[in-house]
């Protein structure tokens, strides 16, 4: 569990360019559960979720991961690096080392591990994002962006955090890249119902689709938070503040200001054809 | 660590310096040196060290940037320094275990100690009031009547303002590899010189890879509008010396000559 607690965080502070990144930000993340966060560009997102692994130090507030003080000074790092995973936006800038292999290994390695349980975990790792054994022995500059992308998530996950943070997880990939690491989040989660996993994004498509709950930053506040149905149904809210809502919630939407009598909440494609199916049936008979 | 280094940082702020022709100013930073390398005497060097304390306050920038300029070197300095101080031959003043220490030794020490300091203040006046684009353009014209000699000036100014526009890119892309090798379990703090060497390995490769792909993204994007540097070029902001420029220089080179005098009069 991760409880953030009147967090505000200043940049440079005391100088003459500091700048408030954060303000005033409680929030409480439980286990077993996908959340969002969601917010226009520079509204902090990648500023909060680096708190929560002890990488910037809050300028005020507290976090307690399962009820341990990371604010602490005397907190140690590697405690929180060991059960907190962050993977930062585009992680496939960080690998560096001679063979996929190697480079999973580095977090695992770091742990100070044996070699036995580093192998059982770049092989846990790799099974996880779909990372086949044969490109083990390649080089990870050799593989493609999304092959990339994944091993470098891999890297992460092989150190088997409780909590796992990705920034922006799909954001440069095709669709078909998209879809591979939403599933992958989803797959990740009914392997360890007890993880929190919390990933930042731009697209209420793939909000919709993942997450089970939602946090709307803006401008360093907290903006909205709650389950993804009843954030969603604040379109209006959501669009002032620079989001796009889901393309199927617009079209729902639409429909029901032109007098169809559609539910305008629905915000997923096979919610929006069962809603849809339904209607058409009945007027037909 | 890459925020505390302030060569090639420029400080906005509007002062007779900043508002100095960049030609001149060159000129006078290449003049200052040699003058700082050819005075003698105590007089001199105190004189010369008020002169710069001048130009410091003209200058509109807080002493306290100089100071954090000189951090970076502050080993260099000392480590000079105190080589010396103790390998100095000369009149034997104290003598501890192996170490004697000199008269000339002291004498050599602080001279030296000066120098350095006074050179790295100097010299950091030109970067701090001058905008790296005004630096390189002047450094163009300056090197332009060398071209018939086959200096490319043209192409070292160019690479210049390439070099000083990547410093505070490279600077954030270090900031975030090292935050995300340090989440994956990395450690660049703990260790003797060989495993902390060893640790900068994950740092080090992403942040060439990332420099040779954004230079070869800057190539690309420099060809695809036909940049071509041997075409002649007309500049956008032509900065003209005025009479405020010469009559600056002027009264920097009497100075300078007076202080030069004092050394050898005293
Ligand atoms: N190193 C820094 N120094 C100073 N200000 C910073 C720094 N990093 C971020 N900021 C500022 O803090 C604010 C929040 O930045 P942050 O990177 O957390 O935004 P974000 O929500 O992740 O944006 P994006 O969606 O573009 O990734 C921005 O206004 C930004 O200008
Ligand atoms: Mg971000």
Redesign the pocket.
């Known amino acids: 569990m991760i409880k953030v607690k009147n967090l505000n965080y200043i ?2 502070e005391g100088m003459p360019d500091q ?1 408030q ?1 954060l303000f005033d930000i409680s929030l409480d993340f439980d286990d077993g559960k996908i959340y969002a966060i969601i ?1 226009h ?8 979720i680096e708190h929560f692994n002890g990488l910037v130090r809050p300028t005020s507030g507290k976090i307690y991961i399962d009820n341990s003080d990371i604010t602490d000074k005397k907190t140690k790092f590697s405690d929180i690096r060991k059960s907190v995973g962050l993977v930062f ?1 585009y992680p496939e800038y960080q690998l560096f080392e001679e063979t996929v292999y190697l480079d999973i290994a580095f977090g695992p390695k770091n742990l100070g591990l044996s070699k036995e349980e580093i192998d059982t975990r770049v092989r846990y790792a790799a099974r996880l994002l779909d990372i086949d054994e044969r490109l083990f022995q390649k080089s990870p500059f050799e593989l493609s962006g999304g092959q990339k992308r994944r091993v470098a998530i891999a890297g992460v996950l092989a150190m088997r955090p409780s909590v796992l943070i990705l920034d ?1 997880p799909t954001a440069g990939l095709d669709p078909r890249g998209r879809e591979k690491i939403l599933k992958i989040i989803k797959n990740l989660h009914t392997e360890n119902p007890k993880m929190i996993i919390i990933f ?1 994004s ?1 697209s209420m498509e793939d909000v919709a689709k993942t997450a089970d709950e939602v946090i709307v ?1 803006n401008k ?1 506040r907290i903006c909205m938070s709650g389950c993804v149905d009843e954030v969603f149904k604040h379109s209006e809210t959501l669009q002032s503040i620079g989001l796009d809502i889901p393309e199927i919630s617009k079209l729902m939407h639409e429909l029901s200001v032109l007098g169809v009598p559609v539910n305008p909440d629905i915000y997923t494609i096979d919610g929006a054809y069962d809603n849809i199916k339904k209607i058409l049936l009945e007027t037909n008979n | 660590m890459f925020k505390d280094i302030i060569i090639g940082q420029y400080i906005n702020a509007d002062s007779v310096l900043h508002r100095l022709d960049p030609k001149i100013k060159i000129i006078l930073t290449v003049l200052y040196v040699v003058v700082l390398f050819i005075i003698r005497g105590s007089v001199s060097y105190v004189l010369f060290a008020l002169m710069t304390l001048c130009l410091v306050l003209m200058s509109n920038i807080k002493p306290k940037v100089f100071i954090k300029g000189l951090k970076p070197l502050v080993f260099i300095i000392i480590f000079t320094a105190v080589m010396n101080l103790l390998l100095t031959p000369g009149t034997v003043m104290v003598r501890f275990w192996i170490f004697k220490i000199t008269y000339e030794g002291i004498r050599s020490a602080v001279i030296m100690f000066t120098r350095l300091v006074l050179l790295v203040t100097g010299t950091s006046l030109l970067t701090l009031t001058t905008s790296p684009l005004k630096l390189t353009d002047a450094i163009e014209t300056l090197l332009s009547p060398l071209s018939h000699i086959k200096v490319p000036a043209h192409e070292i100014a160019m690479m210049m303002s390439i070099a000083i526009r990547f410093i505070p890119t490279l600077a954030d892309e270090t ?1 975030k590899i090292q935050k995300a090798q340090t989440s994956r379990g990395a450690d660049f703090q703990s260790g003797n010189i060989i495993t902390r060497a060893r640790a900068m390995i994950p740092l080090l490769v992403p942040l060439f890879i990332s420099a040779f792909r954004r230079a070869d993204e800057l190539a690309t994007a420099m060809d695809s509008r036909c940049y071509n540097a041997t075409i002649k070029r007309t500049k956008l902001n032509t900065s003209r010396i005025g009479k405020a420029d010469i009559s600056y220089a002027l009264v920097f080179i009497c100075t300078n000559i007076i202080i030069i005098m004092f050394g050898y009069i005293i």
């Open positions: 940049y440079q700048r990144a917010g560009t520079g509204s902090g997102k990648s500023t909060l936006q922006e930042v731009h930053l360093g | 900031d």
